[in-house]
């Protein structure tokens, strides 16, 4: 069973920047994608970034310029650095992987980051 730790979430005024992780574990399997999703209240569940083994990115339109997605692959770790943080950034964000050949989809358990002067 995949474990996916996250941290770096908190609270941060207008215009800060803060860098969220997760890491990986309990797999053979490499890691085809990797990435984060948000979930603001009464919104749905909506993608920010992610990555592919391979270097391959895409991002919500929302925060192209602002937020940079990357991972490394020897230690299965995802990083999202945020820049000029919105109020409307606030969300619960998930990290989110794919396994490489048997291609499952594992969630972690969310971490808040509220954006709020």
């Known amino acids: 069973q995949v474990q996916l730790v996250e941290s770096g979430g908190g609270l941060v005024q207008p215009g800060g920047s803060l860098r969220l992780s997760c890491a990986a574990s309990?797999?053979?399997?490499?890691?085809?994608?990797m990435g984060w999703y948000r979930q603001a209240p009464g919104k749905q569940r909506e993608l920010v970034a992610d990555?592919?083994?391979?270097?391959?990115?895409a991002y919500a339109d929302s925060v192209k310029g602002r937020f940079s997605i990357d991972r490394d692959n020897a230690k299965n770790t995802v990083y999202l650095q945020m820049n000029s943080l919105k109020p409307e950034d606030t969300a619960v964000y998930y990290c989110?992987?794919?396994?490489?050949?048997?291609?499952?989809?594992?969630w972690g358990q969310g971490t808040q980051v509220t954006v709020s002067s």
């Open positions: 989110n992987v794919i396994t490489s050949v048997t291609f499952r989809t594992y």
């Open positions: 309990g797999t053979i399997f490499t890691f085809y994608s």
């Open positions: 990555i592919t083994r391979t270097g391959i990115i």
